[in-house]
């Protein structure tokens, strides 16, 4: 079945520095990627996506690349800001005849950055 | 904006005891889920549902069963509650079967005691 690998966290960064969140995935068909967000005390809230090999996925500072070859969905910020202290979560979703739109998670890998 | 909202966002229960969690979306999504999240774990899937009266097992469905009887709302429903099912509980929404952008609530944390 569908699956998701995060890198081990959590991850401490200081304000300002390079961030990469790995993500590696398997899946039977040609999957859409994900990566969500969950700050504090909140729900989950989509930060960006990726339907197809190559396309690049960028909000808020964020980016991924969707990688077919490697499989890989990488998360990467350029400066990362203490707002930016959150779990981050990467996803697929197979868009199959009876799976439809849901998602599969990876383990979440907690970011805190520090002042 | 679409909004997810979950009922509680804590619950303290009795071993043995039911347990309805219910969530309600306000944007006349057809689809909805019910995810629960452990550390290290991640998110897994327990039920979906993809019509009104109409269900399907995700990952994990033991000891959970669901109702949908409107669009807007989707309920889980722990028989007997065990300490296991110790959790946060995660509802979510989209828009239509194949849509994937996906809408959650708040979050319920149940504790079993």
């Known amino acids: 079945g569908d699956s998701v690998t995060q890198m081990e966290g959590p991850v401490t960064l200081s304000e300002e520095a390079f961030l990469t969140i790995n993500c590696t995935y398997t899946?039977?068909?040609?999957?859409?990627l994900f990566w969500y967000v969950q700050y504090p005390g909140e729900g989950l809230q989509l930060l960006l996506k990726?339907?197809?090999?190559?396309d690049k996925g960028s909000n808020k500072g964020f980016e991924a690349t969707y990688r077919k070859e490697t499989t890989s969905f990488h998360l990467e910020k350029g400066s990362v800001q203490v707002s930016d202290s959150a779990v981050y979560f990467c996803?697929?979703?197979?868009?199959?005849?009876?799976?439809?739109?849901?998602?599969?998670f990876g383990e979440g890998t907690q970011l805190t950055v520090n002042p | 904006d679409v909004k997810v909202t979950q009922s509680s966002r804590y619950l303290v229960k009795r071993t043995g005891e039911k347990v309805f969690l219910e969530c309600v979306q306000d944007?006349?999504?057809?689809?909805m889920f019910w995810y629960r999240q452990d550390p290290g774990l991640g998110l897994r899937l327990i039920y979906f549902?993809?019509?009104?009266?109409?269900?399907e097992k995700g990952d994990i469905p033991e000891g959970y069963s669901v109702s949908r009887e409107k669009k807007e709302r989707f309920s889980l429903i722990l028989e007997s509650a065990s300490t296991n099912q110790t959790s946060m509980y995660l509802c979510?929404?989209?828009?239509?079967?194949?849509?994937?952008?996906?809408?959650f609530g708040q979050g319920t944390r149940l504790t079993v005691v």
């Open positions: 899946a039977t068909g040609y999957p859409s």
């Open positions: 549902s993809y019509d009104v009266k109409m269900k």
């Open positions: 979510a929404s989209t828009k239509r079967r194949w849509e994937t952008e996906a809408f």
């Open positions: 944007m006349d999504h057809e689809n």
């Open positions: 990726a339907t197809k090999a190559d």
């Open positions: 996803a697929l979703s197979d868009r199959g005849e009876t799976s439809g739109s849901r998602l599969t």
